[in-house]
T-cell receptor, first 112, second 113 residues
């Protein structure tokens, strides 16, 4: 059974640009969440999508947005990138969002 | 906002010794999760604790949950070098959630031969 797949694995962007990250959940999983990991702030919850609807949201500015497609794949978008957005972005999938969450390998975003 | 506190932040222990990592969380939740992260890698699920008094063991690791005290512990027995990693506890934002987790600061464990 394939795990959670995130693309791309590494990304370098310039301040002010925007970026889109992709996450394909485990087959059959309908809940997809996004997390940001930085050395200073640790692991922080961004948002959760279930059946194409945002179900829960963390404490991040509106520059961070996401969406989920009918096949449960999810994308995360960050607009007007700032240096502080440099982080490892992790995606996690869960069957209904209420049991166990499995994480992808992450996308390492560097903003220069 | 939900707060999850973990201690210690750093733990250096000799092989063969025992130790406990503590995790406190600020809201009522009947579930708690433990993850392991190796350097440069993603998060690996270790334990899912779904009720008060839950205890789970896997090898040299044992996790427990006391929802009344809002406390979970991860006990390491007879540590070996392979256990060196960062360990995170996490509690869900919603009562029944698993995929809206608030994480502790992590405990970086180093096991010294």
């Amino acid at each position: 059974k394939a795990g959670v797949t995130q693309t791309p694995r590494y990304l370098i962007k310039t301040r002010g640009q925007q970026v889109t990250l992709s996450c394909s959940p485990i087959s059959g999983h309908r809940s997809v969440s996004w997390y940001q990991q930085t050395p200073g702030q640790g692991l922080q919850f961004l948002f959760e999508y279930f059946s194409e609807t945002q179900r829960n949201k963390g404490n991040f500015p509106g520059r961070f947005s996401g969406r989920q497609f009918s096949n449960s794949r999810s994308e995360m978008n960050v607009s007007t990138l700032e240096l502080g957005d440099s982080a490892l972005y992790l995606c996690a999938s869960s069957y209904q969002g209420n049991t166990e969450a499995f994480f992808g390998q992450g996308t390492r975003l560097t903003v220069v | 906002e939900l707060k999850v506190e973990q201690n210690p932040l750093f733990l250096s222990m000799q092989e063969g010794k025992n130790y406990t990592i503590y995790c406190n969380y600020s809201t009522t939740s009947d579930r708690l999760y433990w993850y392991r992260q190796d350097p440069g890698k993603s998060l690996e699920s270790l334990f899912v604790l779904l009720s008060n008094g839950a205890v789970k063991q896997e090898g040299r690791l044992m996790a427990s949950l006391d929802t009344k005290a809002r406390l979970s512990t991860l006990h390491i027995t007879a540590a070996v070098h392979d256990l060196s990693a960062t360990y995170y506890c996490a509690a869900p934002q919603t009562q029944t959630g698993a995929n809206n987790l608030f994480f502790g600061t992590g405990t970086r464990l180093t096991v010294i031969p």
